[in-house]
């Protein structure tokens, strides 16, 4: 990447300043603010959360619709980040919570938002975050028997689980398919160089 572009990237993804009229709104609920790439960008705590986006959503425009949610591994903490919309404007809104690597809790909310249902459980399951007062806490995509948490940067996976089996596919792919499977291979249109 050119000194330049390296540059751009940096400034696009720097966070400017919260406006004073966000200040007004929001100043007492979180640790951080911003806007980057022309979306607010808001930082709280654990503790503050349900308060503030509770805050959000009864704005005179209010961002009512939670649009998604993810966790995040940054290594040294772990990181709940909610998508809010302003009804179907488009207008984005990001808030993260930031929490610790072991014991990481932070408060459901599916009584503001039962659409957080799912990505919760999903999120408990692969970052290991519990999402206190969740009505229905619980495995979603992996069996109630599997240990660990698979979204974390330091799980380690065993190789030899049935579950990793080698893919039959790309083992024997005729075999598995009933036909003869022809291999790519660049081109090369004589000057010695893949097309």
Request: with cysteine; net charge negative; proline share 9%.
């Amino acid at each position: 990447m050119s000194e330049d572009t390296q540059q751009e990237t940096n400034a696009a993804s720097a966070l400017e300043p919260l406006p004073e009229r966000w200040q007004a709104v929001v100043g007492d609920l979180v640790v951080e603010g911003g806007i980057r790439g022309g979306v607010p960008e808001l930082r709280t705590t654990p503790e503050l959360l349900v308060e503030l986006l509770d805050r959000l959503r009864s704005l005179e425009e209010p961002f009512n619709r939670l649009t998604d949610m993810c966790g995040v591994d940054h290594g040294d903490r772990l990181q709940v980040v909610y998508f809010l919309c302003r009804g179907y404007t488009g207008d984005l809104l990001v808030v993260k919570v930031d929490l610790p690597r072991r014991g990481a809790s932070v408060p459901s909310v599916t009584a503001l938002w039962p659409a957080a249902h799912w990505p919760e459980r999903e999120i408990a399951e692969m970052f290991g975050i519990t999402f206190d007062g969740h009505p229905e806490p619980g495995h979603l995509l992996l069996p109630d028997d599997f240990e660990g948490h698979p979204l974390l940067k330091d799980f380690e996976c065993d190789r030899e689980h049935p579950w990793l089996s080698p893919d039959p596919l790309r083992e024997d792919p005729a075999g598995t398919l009933g036909y003869e499977v022809e291999e790519k291979k660049d081109r090369d249109d004589g000057d010695g160089e893949p097309a």
